[in-house]
């Protein structure tokens, strides 16, 4: 009998011998195997992409969380970020991407994939053999139909047989990305990590469709509210985002992911009262009907963000099914710790950068549509 002093006990020659085969073995194994068994230290890590929006989020908690990363990126948006990380410089579907070629990685997480044929030229140049995983940052745009709520991940995927070739994805971006993930679960099959993304909120949005609302609101004044304020709204903090990423590392957790908060969990009324409660209790929202929205020609998602309302082709949209990745480990951040983050980002941000947001509809066309419905609210009253 081997003694071994203290609270564990003794091990006896049975249990030593079954121990050293066990480590024996394991050293047989590849070392993307072994990282897997170890978790996500010490593994190495090609991100594409890596300081935009969602990248630099996800670069720290890998690096946090013990991850060798490597960034691959053309190096114009923030080349400053991460200047004690190895950067390798490149045009993903240029020549350059042979540069990832003499090397091995552990895993691969691609923020930066728009075209089938990027795949198709990342895999051909990486050592697949060593690879454990590709963790592909998609969208739930992939679907074919958003006029029903409960999109699930078998659901249809978009298509786009009528341009096989096309590359244009300001009128493809959910097709395109759908052909991404077919074309890397061809070239490594069991090993994606396809994680289709909501709307992905948090400092550092450069669209501001989420941080409409908190700016609008904490600037006070009346603030025109879309419809009956019971529409569903769904999101994904970029944080909780970067966690998600890091856990299906870890936790080798494969395939396709809705991922966003649990449908139903915020309606927009929420998301507008939450932001009056934090930022300015002095704000007026005013409620107004859909139909008369629509009457005035104000569109859905764009002049007023994150709301579909019912009846339309879109109105599933904030209604995914993300169960799927809540059962697997997705966690989501109260929707008050998001508003009050982005709102103290943006706050921070030049004065002519915050005059001018990228989404959402003018202070002056604002005022003319609440002029609008206070005229025919006075009409039609007693």
């Known amino acids: 009998v081997y003694k071994r002093q203290g609270r564990e006990g003794t091990i006896n020659r049975r249990q030593m011998i079954h121990a050293t085969g066990a480590l024996?073995?394991?050293?047989?194994?590849?070392?993307?195997?072994?990282?897997?068994?170890?978790?996500?230290?010490?593994?190495?890590?090609?991100?594409?992409?890596?300081?935009?929006?969602?990248?630099?989020?996800?670069?720290?908690t890998l690096v946090d969380a013990g991850c060798e990363v490597t960034l691959f990126n053309r190096g114009r948006t923030n080349p400053h970020l991460f200047p004690e990380l190895e950067k390798i410089r490149g045009d993903r579907t240029g020549p350059e991407i042979r540069k990832v070629s003499?090397?091995?990685?552990?895993?691969?997480?691609?923020?930066?994939?728009?075209?089938?044929?990027?795949?198709?030229?990342?895999?051909?140049?990486?050592?697949k053999r060593t690879l454990a995983q590709y963790v592909l940052i998609s969208t739930i745009l992939v679907y074919a139909d958003f006029s029903r709520p409960g999109l699930h991940?078998?659901?249809?995927?978009?298509?786009?047989?009528?341009?096989a070739d096309s590359e244009d994805a300001s009128q493809y971006y959910g097709p395109l990305k759908a052909r991404c993930e077919q074309r890397a679960d061809v070239a490594l099959?069991?090993?994606?990590?396809?994680?289709?993304?909501?709307?992905?909120?948090?400092?550092?949005?450069?669209?501001?469709?989420?941080?409409?609302?908190?700016?609008?609101?904490?600037?006070?004044?009346?603030?025109?509210?879309?419809?009956?304020?019971?529409?569903?709204?769904?999101?994904?903090?970029?944080?909780?985002?970067?966690?998600?990423?890091?856990?299906?590392?870890?936790?080798?957790?494969?395939?396709?992911?809705?991922?966003?908060?649990?449908?139903g969990k915020y309606t927009i009324r929420d998301l507008l009262y939450k932001c009056r409660v934090l930022l300015n209790p002095?704000?007026?929202?005013?409620?107004?009907?859909?139909?008369?929205?629509?009457?005035?020609?104000?569109?859905?998602m764009s002049d007023m963000p994150l709301w579909a309302p019912p009846g339309k082709p879109y109105s599933g949209v904030y209604q995914v099914n993300a169960q799927r990745a809540h059962d697997d480990g997705l966690v989501n951040r109260p929707l008050e710790?998001?508003?009050?983050?982005?709102?103290?980002?943006?706050?921070?941000?030049?004065?002519?950068?915050?005059?001018e947001l990228r989404a959402g509809m003018s202070r002056e066309r604002e005022a003319e549509i609440l002029a609008a419905w206070q005229a025919t609210a006075h009409k039609s009253s007693p």
């Open 337 to 355: 710790q998001s508003i009050l983050v982005t709102h103290e980002w943006f706050d921070a941000l030049p004065a002519s950068r915050r005059r």
């Open 102 to 127: 003499d090397r091995e990685w552990d895993f691969i997480v691609d923020t930066s994939c728009y075209f089938p044929r990027a795949v198709d030229l990342l895999m051909g140049n990486v050592e």
């Open 189 to 263: 099959p069991g090993r994606v990590t396809s994680l289709r993304c909501g709307q992905i909120v948090g400092p550092g949005d450069r669209t501001d469709t989420f941080t409409y609302w908190p700016a609008r609101i904490a600037d006070g004044g009346e603030v025109l509210a879309p419809g009956s304020g019971n529409d569903p709204v769904q999101i994904i903090d970029v944080r909780d985002l970067a966690a998600w990423v890091v856990h299906c590392i870890g936790q080798r957790r494969v395939g396709p992911y809705n991922t966003v908060c649990s449908a």
């Open 282 to 300: 002095d704000a007026k929202l005013t409620w107004v009907p859909t139909s008369f929205l629509e009457h005035q020609g104000v569109a859905p």
């Open 24 to 60: 024996a073995a394991l050293a047989a194994l590849p070392r993307a195997r072994r990282v897997l068994a170890g978790g996500t230290r010490g593994s190495r890590v090609l991100f594409m992409g890596g300081t935009g929006f969602i990248g630099p989020h996800m670069v720290r």
């Open 153 to 163: 991940e078998n659901s249809p995927l978009a298509t786009m047989d009528e341009a």
